[in-house]
């Protein structure tokens, strides 16, 4: 049987947001899908295709490239590039101001992988608000 490996970014991105409006288990039922620009086009510095909320609070933006989608994380950056880290993604600091974590999700498996990075800062911000 041949699998098919989903590499295109924009494609990544849908799967992504499908996921995040599909689940509502483990602090993703406060998570939101928002400014979508849907006629986004992958750039090679990544475009902006949405924003990932959690109320009023972006927790990240997703940007499309050709091959591959990324998270960009703004808040709970520790817990996201611990979680991306411990589920084989790749994860690089971005030296802005105010300081990014950027989590790479180069395939439609990591998909999961990459909910479960939103998940884990959704539930920091969850446990901050109690």
Known sequence: M????????????????????????GGLAAVAVTNADRD??????GARAYDVTRGDDR????????????L??????????ETASDA????????TTPPRTLVFVESGADV???????QAVSRRLEDEDT
């Not at 960009?72 to 590039?81: L, M, P, S, Y």
């Open 2 to 25: 041949v699998e098919d490996r989903i590499t295109d970014g924009r494609r990544i991105a849908e799967l992504l947001s499908s996921e995040l409006d599909g689940r509502e288990d």
């Open 40 to 45: 986004v086009e992958p750039t090679a510095d």
């Open 59 to 70: 927790l990240a933006r997703v940007l499309v490239h050709d091959d591959r989608a990324h």
């Open 72 to 81: 960009e994380f703004e808040t709970a950056q520790d817990i996201a590039a």
């Open 88 to 95: 084989d993604l790749r994860v690089r600091p971005k030296a």
């Open 112 to 118: 999961k992988r990459a909910t479960d990075v939103i």
